[in-house]
């Protein structure tokens, strides 16, 4: 069975950072690209930032590329999003996810591409 779990969330103020963890059981963690999508109340699911399987090759969404960095712990099975300069609309629920892919491809800006989901943390940002 194939497990998700994420954490870190939390209610912070403008300008302050969080770092969200996610670790995967059930499945061989390197063979797969990973990342993070967010979930705003009343919006779709969108992308924030993916990484390969070797955790050199990294992607962003541009609002949050500059501010967001992600990185991958293959030998604990986690993956990282560490979130600087956070603003109030980066409020949302942020969830992991495992790609269907080892490597970054088209589909790695798309839910489509991923086949295995965390339940979400919440992060709200104060202004």
């Known amino acids: 069975q194939v497990q998700l779990v994420e954490s870190g969330g939390g209610l912070v103020q403008a300008g302050e950072s969080l770092t969200l963890s996610c670790i995967l059981s059930g499945r061989a963690f390197s063979n797969h690209a990973m990342g993070w999508f967010l979930q705003a109340p009343g919006k779709e699911r969108e992308f924030v930032a993916a990484i390969g399987w070797t955790g050199w090759n990294t992607h962003y969404a541009d609002s949050v590329n500059g501010r967001f960095f992600i990185s991958r712990d293959n030998p604990r099975n986690t993956v990282f999003l560490q979130m600087n300069s956070l603003k109030p609309e980066d409020t949302a629920v942020y969830y992991c996810?495992?790609?269907?892919?080892?490597?970054?491809?088209?589909?790695?800006?798309?839910?489509?591409?991923?086949?295995?989901w965390g339940q979400g943390t919440q992060v709200t940002v104060t202004s």
């Open positions: 996810a495992s790609g269907r892919r080892s490597t970054l491809s088209d589909d790695t800006t798309q839910i489509t591409g991923y086949d295995y």
